[in-house]
Every structure is written in structure tokens, then in C-alpha cells.
């Protein structure tokens, strides 16, 4: 996703910020065909790198889209989209 969230945003936390980006570029590429079931996610550090947070905030914000049924984790292999 190109754009970053804004982490201004009163009440709300990075991983909560950095979860609802990651579904929402999930649901957009899955949308316009970018992304399909299966699709594995780029590493955690190089989806912290993008917004400038830390590799604990990205882990997090993966468990909160896991327990939502967007993506899961695999051992050994990474995280793809469900």
C-alpha cells in the first residue's frame, strides 16, 4: 500500500493502524485482481520498513488480521492471504 497511516489519529495504536492497512490493502488487491488467495505477504521487516514501524508492531497487527480471517500463517513458509 502506498499510503501510510496517520499515526496522529486520536485513540487508535500502530498495530490497530497498521492491521486496518494491511486489510485494507488486502481487500483492494484481491478487488482489482493484484492479489489473489494464496498470495504469500512480503517479510514482516520489509513491511515495516514502509511506514517506519517496528517488526513487533507489523507482527501484531498480522495476528489481529489473522484471528480476522484475511490471512494465515504458515511455519517455514510466511503469511498468505486466506
Given amino acids: 500500500p502506498r499510503e501510510i497511516p496517520d499515526f496522529e489519529a486520536p485513540g487508535a ?6 492491521a486496518q492497512w494491511l486489510k485494507d ?3 483492494d488487491g484481491l478487488a482489482d485482481g ?21 517488526v513487533g508492531t507489523v507482527q501484531n497487527a ?6 480476522e ?3 494465515e500463517s504458515k511455519q517455514r513458509i510466511g503469511t498468505v492471504i486466506r
Avoid at 493484484?34 to 517496528?54: I, N
Fill in 13 to 18: 495504536t500502530k498495530d490497530g493502524l497498521i
Fill in 25 to 27: 490493502w488486502i481487500s
Fill in 34 to 54: 493484484s492479489l489473489t488467495e494464496r498470495t504469500l505477504l512480503p517479510r514482516k521487516a520489509d513491511l515495516a520498513v514502509h511506514p517506519g514501524v517496528s
Fill in 62 to 67: 498480522i495476528r489481529f488480521v489473522e484471528d
Fill in 69 to 71: 480471517g484475511y490471512v
